[in-house]
């Protein structure tokens, strides 16, 4: 039995759809299961990222878990630690955990060293794990060029291969079909082409035919500047140092473990915009 967390989101939506159709049997986990899609062969669930008896329960039976990050909150990462530790009350055997490119616990990218807390967590409770680590998503710098019409970070002239969700899923799905092939390994995915900001800058010009320029600002520049949208401390720092991780080179780099696992390239951002 696989179990998939984060179903309610784009992700685990995604990998449900890949699995149901090939006919997998699925136990879909949600906080809330009323707005769970309906899939073939699928139980739906309750359980949050709490270790209680109602997701021991939901987890009973689940050999392999496919364990989306909790939602970005200030005690996520004690979130995660319980419903680890619920898997392990559970039985589970193998948790395949969607973490983050270059997961590090000095890494620049302030999240990225939740995302290392909880693999060194899963491995120190004796769980077979697959890593997954995506780079930061392609639709992410889609939206902000589509919806703000300009790039405004303190990411130098640092380079990005973003990877599009839908590869991510394909890529959870493949492995879930054949977990024992990836057993205690990492994967990193990025997209097939890097970028920088300009770069990216110059395509969405050309795309949406108006100028998106790319404005290049000091740390204390991005600080202010985010402070249009009412948000706490870490949550600053978090956005902020998504852009110096890119400035320090720490997402940049292609994988080949997208066309290795799926057999053809990950996605373009320039692709993507072509099949909007």
């Given at each position: 039995?696989?179990?998939?967390?984060?179903?309610?989101?784009?992700?685990?939506?995604?990998?449900?759809?890949?699995?149901?159709?090939?006919?997998?049997?699925?136990?879909?986990?949600?906080?809330?299961?009323?707005?769970?899609?309906?899939?073939?062969?699928?139980?739906?669930?309750?359980?949050?990222?709490?270790?209680?008896?109602?997701?021991?329960?939901?987890?009973?039976g689940v050999e392999t878990l496919f364990m989306v990050s909790a939602k970005e909150h200030p005690q996520r990462l004690q979130q995660?630690?319980?419903?680890?530790?619920?898997?392990?009350?559970?039985?589970v055997k193998h948790i395949v955990y969607l973490s983050f490119y270059h997961a590090a616990l000095d890494a620049t990218f302030t999240?990225?060293?939740?995302?290392?807390r909880t693999e060194d967590y899963i491995i120190a409770h004796g769980f077979d794990y697959t890593f997954v680590r995506d780079n930061?998503?392609?639709?992410?710098?889609?939206?902000?060029?589509?919806?703000?019409?300009?790039?405004?970070?303190?990411?130098?002239?640092?380079?990005?291969?973003?990877?599009?969700?839908?590869?991510?899923?394909?890529?959870?799905?493949?492995?879930?079909?054949?977990?024992?092939?990836?057993?205690?390994?990492?994967?990193?995915?990025?997209?097939?082409?890097?970028?920088?900001?300009?770069?990216?800058?110059?395509?969405?010009?050309?795309?949406?035919?108006?100028?998106?320029?790319?404005?290049?600002?000091?740390?204390?520049?991005?600080?202010?500047?985010?402070?249009?949208?009412?948000?706490?401390?870490?949550?600053?720092?978090?956005?902020?140092?998504?852009?110096?991780?890119?400035?320090?080179?720490?997402?940049?780099?292609?994988?080949?473990?997208?066309?290795?696992?799926?057999?053809?390239?990950?996605?373009?951002?320039?692709?993507?915009?072509?099949?909007?």
């Open positions: 039995m696989i179990g998939i967390t984060g179903v309610t989101g784009h992700i685990g939506n995604l990998v449900a759809q890949h699995l149901t159709s090939q006919d997998f049997p699925l136990r879909l986990l949600a906080r809330s299961p009323q707005w769970v899609a309906h899939f073939p062969k699928a139980t739906v669930m309750q359980a949050s990222y709490e270790n209680t008896p109602a997701t021991v329960q939901a987890l009973t995660h630690f319980a419903m680890i530790d619920a898997a392990k009350q559970a039985g999240l990225a060293r939740d995302y290392k930061f998503y392609g639709e992410f710098f889609v939206d902000l060029a589509t919806q703000y019409h300009e790039f405004r970070a303190p990411a130098g002239n640092g380079k990005i291969a973003p990877i599009f969700q839908a590869d991510v899923a394909a890529v959870v799905a493949k492995i879930l079909t054949n977990v024992s092939a990836y057993r205690n390994q990492i994967v990193n995915l990025t997209g097939s082409k890097e970028y920088t900001l300009a770069d990216m800058s110059n395509i969405f010009t050309n795309y949406l035919n108006t100028t998106v320029p790319y404005i290049d600002e000091t740390v204390a520049e991005a600080y202010q500047s985010r402070q249009a949208w009412p948000a706490e401390q870490w949550e600053y720092d978090s956005w902020v140092s998504t852009y110096t991780s890119i400035a320090n080179g720490e997402n940049a780099g292609i994988s080949p473990d997208v066309q290795r696992i799926l057999g053809r390239p990950a996605m373009t951002i320039e692709a993507y915009l072509q099949q909007r």
